[in-house]
């Protein structure tokens, strides 16, 4: 749903924001009319028969127009965290889910939330995005239910006795005193006293049967932010830029989203995915960004390596399958990374015969600790002239990784494409492995694939078979 919107207010202080609203139609039933009348290619006559004042109610039914991501979902939940990208919409999302608690519905037996707190970087920040924004506040009510905006007390009043309070994470303190029925957070990522503003927040959440609140942000690695992703009574929507791309200007989406798309950056701002990157990891998102590369130049050798799971159950560790190069001036270069899940070891082998073929590979370089001598055979009776070299680890897998993860700081590898899932567990790759637990299967196929050509005996020069 756009960010812009409709219709836009007059003046915050009018006197319409005093008057009483009309009684609401039933929702459901105009919006399965509108919706008949679509199907009929009566829409524009049907809107055009509606009168004025029920055609400006229509413009402001938020349900009518909202992306699923957009409403809050249904259950018993205490935070709802709304995470998106720049431009999804997010805004927007929660000025229309303020309005909803501060005007309750009557008919449905909803009553309006009488204290909410508005929190968000920097006072200026809820006055400008929250309150006065495109999308908020002030834009998303009609006329006659509009609240009456008091700038010099930080505050908004609906004409049913509803109240808002604006707050600043620069100031926790703000917050002592002042109770709550509901919230709404914005940017809690930028916060800048993060988890002091949230923790006075919270103890000021103590009106109604159930304290509710709404979070809205562009997600970062923060504490705060993974705490409250991994928190009992959570709920969470995601949208990336591209869900609001109809609302967004054309140039935006060719220029920022074109250049950004796929990197670490364009991955947490664009599609609003948290990006985890550990201090003692490897390898940096900032290096892989750095290094990537469209196209590839004419290498001298090509290996696919495989690091088959120990099982084919389907929450058995993946089956890292990968392909890499070498140029004349012993540069290297990842060139696909086709590992699969769960997979019978027949379908893997298949999956890394297609591989060879589809590179032109030189050799398969497949570790040999999990499956022995059925790894070779496995992937003989795929194809018995696929050349085969069975390796065996004898080292940790932190100081097998360490000697690859000085090449990339040498600068001596590059990423001929985006590998998302790859460079996950890259960036993740710490000397006690990756969080969680999990086994770096796509990694550990790439320090055979690189190794193989770069640290060991096939790093001598060698003609390619043509």
């Given at each position: 749903?756009?960010?812009?919107?409709?219709?836009?207010?007059?003046?915050?202080?009018?006197?319409?924001?005093?008057?009483?609203?009309?009684?609401?139609?039933?929702?459901?039933?105009?919006?399965?009319?509108?919706?008949?009348?679509?199907?009929?290619?009566?829409?524009?006559?049907?809107?055009?028969?509606?009168?004025?004042?029920?055609?400006?109610?229509?413009?402001?039914?938020?349900?009518?127009?909202?992306?699923?991501?957009?409403?809050?979902?249904?259950?018993?939940?205490?935070?709802?965290?709304?995470?998106?990208?720049?431009?999804?919409?997010?805004?927007?999302?929660?000025?229309?889910?303020?309005?909803?608690?501060?005007?309750?519905?009557?008919?449905?037996?909803?009553?309006?939330?009488?204290?909410?707190?508005?929190?968000?970087?920097?006072?200026?920040?809820?006055?400008?995005?929250?309150?006065?924004?495109?999308?908020?506040?002030?834009?998303?009510?009609?006329?006659a239910e509009r609240p009456l905006w008091q700038p010099s007390r930080r505050r908004l009043e609906w004409p049913n006795g509803a109240v808002a309070q604006v707050f600043s994470s620069e100031d926790p303190e703000g917050l002592r005193g002042p109770q709550f029925d509901v919230?709404?957070?914005?940017?809690?990522?930028?916060?800048?006293?993060?988890?002091?503003?949230?923790?006075?927040?919270?103890?000021?959440?103590?009106?109604?049967?159930?304290?509710?609140?709404?979070?809205?942000?562009?997600?970062?690695?923060?504490?705060?932010?993974?705490?409250?992703?991994?928190?009992?009574?959570?709920?969470?929507?995601?949208?990336?830029?591209?869900?609001?791309?109809?609302?967004?200007?054309?140039?935006?989406?060719?220029?920022?989203?074109?250049?950004?798309?796929?990197?670490?950056?364009?991955?947490?701002?664009?599609?609003?995915?948290?990006?985890?990157?550990?201090?003692?990891?490897?390898?940096?998102?900032?290096?892989?960004?750095?290094?990537?590369?469209?196209?590839?130049?004419?290498?001298?050798?090509?290996?696919?390596?495989?690091?088959?799971?120990?099982?084919?159950?389907?929450?058995?560790?993946?089956?890292?399958?990968?392909?890499?190069?070498?140029?004349?001036?012993?540069?290297?270069?990842?060139?696909?990374?086709?590992?699969?899940?769960?997979?019978?070891?027949?379908?893997?082998?298949?999956?890394?015969?297609?591989?060879?073929?589809?590179?032109?590979?030189?050799?398969?370089?497949?570790?040999?600790?999990?499956?022995?001598?059925?790894?070779?055979?496995?992937?003989?009776?795929?194809?018995?002239?696929?050349?085969?070299?069975?390796?065996?680890?004898?080292?940790?897998?932190?100081?097998?990784?360490?000697?690859?993860?000085?090449?990339?700081?040498?600068?001596?590898?590059?990423?001929?494409?985006?590998f998302r899932e790859l460079e996950d567990e890259m960036a993740d790759f710490g000397i006690d492995g990756l969080s969680g637990g999990r086994s770096p299967d796509r990694l550990d196929a790439l320090v055979w694939a690189l190794g193989t050509l770069m640290l060991g005996p096939e790093r001598q020069p060698r003609v390619r078979r043509t």
């Open positions: 749903m756009p960010e812009t919107a409709a219709p836009g207010p007059p003046d915050a202080s009018s006197p319409s924001a005093a008057t009483v609203p009309p009684p609401r139609p039933c929702a459901a039933n105009l919006r399965a009319a509108l919706k008949r009348s679509a199907r009929t290619g009566r829409l524009t006559a049907a809107l055009d028969e509606l009168d004025p004042a029920l055609a400006e109610w229509l413009l402001t039914d938020w349900p009518t127009f909202a992306r699923p991501d957009q409403l809050p979902p249904e259950g018993d939940w205490t935070v709802w965290l709304v995470l998106g990208g720049r431009g999804a919409g997010k805004t927007r999302t929660g000025a229309e889910w303020v309005r909803a608690q501060a005007l309750g519905d009557p008919a449905g037996g909803i009553a309006a939330a009488g204290r909410i707190a508005l929190v968000g970087e920097t006072y200026s920040d809820v006055r400008d995005v929250m309150v006065e924004g495109v999308s908020g506040l002030l834009a998303v009510h009609a006329a919230a709404w957070a914005d940017e809690l990522a930028k916060w800048r006293h993060a988890e002091a503003t949230w923790d006075m927040l919270q103890f000021g959440l103590r009106l109604g049967r159930r304290p509710r609140q709404a979070v809205t942000t562009t997600p970062r690695a923060v504490p705060l932010l993974r705490r409250l992703l991994a928190a009992e009574g959570t709920v969470i929507s995601r949208a990336p830029t591209l869900a609001n791309a109809r609302f967004l200007a054309p140039a935006f989406l060719t220029a920022v989203v074109g250049r950004y798309a796929g990197t670490r950056l364009g991955r947490q701002e664009l599609d609003g995915e948290l990006i985890e990157e550990r201090a003692d990891a490897l390898w940096s998102r900032a290096q892989l960004d750095a290094i990537r590369i469209e196209g590839r130049p004419e290498l001298r050798r090509i290996v696919v390596a495989v690091d088959p799971p120990a099982s084919s159950h389907r929450r058995s560790d993946a089956c890292g399958i990968i392909a890499a190069g070498i140029d004349a001036a012993g540069i290297g270069f990842v060139l696909a990374d086709a590992s699969l899940r769960a997979a019978r070891p027949e379908v893997w082998a298949r999956r890394v015969v297609e591989l060879f073929h589809a590179e032109e590979a030189d050799l398969v370089v497949a570790e040999v600790n999990q499956g022995g001598d059925m790894v070779a055979a496995v992937l003989r009776e795929v194809d018995g002239a696929v050349p085969v070299r069975a390796v065996r680890a004898s080292r940790g897998k932190w100081l097998r990784a360490e000697p690859v993860a000085a090449l990339y700081a040498q600068g001596r590898v590059r990423h001929a494409g985006l």
